[in-house]
């Protein structure tokens, strides 16, 4: 867990208010906590975050609108990020209100940029088949057991990094083959898992050492797998496998969604396994499902290969 605690005594508040009251994830609220810091930052340059910004609590409207020109000026932070970093400003501004320390959320009348809607990156079956079958040499069988039940379970039930690291041992159920998982706004859900993860887990759990520590996943040091431990697990096989698209755990949950989509399984099925509040974030899969398929009936039909037509 994050040892970070902000300077700034309404930042502090703030990212405790995140955890305590809204459900967030301590690494969610450190996020948040960190936009609103890089904000008090830009109104006092120079400024040491070992104390608090004066000026955060005087901003105004015309101050959010300059941080947010600089971000996507000189800066060149995405739309995305920059959307982000104005709702934790719209939700620090609304606790200060609530709070009595000022009337208004100076956050709330600046329009955030528009995102661009890109369809997410899938690999294809047989990449992801070849990113499984991927060994590392020069681990012990502990790591290399751990490693592969990793990889396995990602593709098995297309949890987030977050939601793996979080696993506990009570959370996995190898005879029903199903877990527990906490996901976003600590909200809980059950997801499936095939019999590939299922043996894979059993197997590292054979070798997994004796700790009090109740996480499945553990470093060398017998703790709770770290977001950055478990990022380079994934990093060190997608390297070692060759693909030649860029691959993140997150896009082998985009992989797990859309493949699943296009073997059969129903769209309401996999809102719930990816824990969507909305279905309308789900039904993107549909659009990359059909990408895909063009993409793959392009590259298999003859015809357009042909030099003569």
Do not use: C
């Amino acid at each position: 867990m994050s040892s970070y605690i902000p300077a700034d005594p309404t930042i502090a508040e703030f990212a405790a208010y995140l955890r305590l009251e809204r459900g967030q994830s301590p690494r969610t609220s450190e996020e948040y906590a960190r936009d609103v810091e890089l904000f008090g930052s830009f109104l006092e340059p120079g400024h040491p975050k070992t104390a608090p910004f004066l000026k955060l609590r005087t901003a105004t409207v015309s101050d959010v609108r300059r941080f947010v020109m600089d971000l996507m000026g000189p800066r060149k932070y995405s739309a995305t990020s920059v959307r982000r970093k104005i709702a934790a400003l719209r939700s620090y501004f609304a606790l200060q209100k609530r709070e009595g320390r000022r009337e208004d959320n100076p956050g709330q009348d600046v329009p955030p940029p528009k995102a661009a809607k890109r369809l997410p990156q899938v690999m294809s079956e047989p990449d992801v088949s070849r990113l499984l079958r991927t060994r590392i040499a020069g681990k012990t069988d502990f790591q290399r057991l751990r490693d592969v039940a990793i990889m396995e379970l990602l593709y098995a039930s297309g949890i987030r990094r977050a939601e793996l690291v979080g696993l506990n041992l009570s959370d996995v159920d190898l005879e029903r083959r199903r877990m527990r998982v906490i996901g976003k706004g600590n909200k809980q859900r059950t997801v499936f898992i095939n019999h590939a993860a299922a043996d894979a887990i059993r197997n590292y759990l054979g070798v997994r050492p004796r700790t009090s520590d109740e996480a499945l996943f553990l470093s060398r040091r017998k703790q709770r797998l770290s977001h950055r431990q478990a990022w380079v697990v994934f990093r060190d096989f997608a390297q070692l496998a060759g693909l030649t698209m860029h691959v993140t755990p997150h896009v082998m949950r985009h992989s797990f969604a859309t493949h699943l989509l296009e073997n059969g399984a129903d769209i309401m099925t996999i809102k719930e396994l990816l824990g969507h509040e909305s279905l309308s974030t789900t039904q993107i899969y549909t659009n990359v499902s059909l990408e895909h398929m063009r993409r793959s009936y392009e590259e298999a039909h003859p015809r357009d290969r042909t030099e003569e037509r």
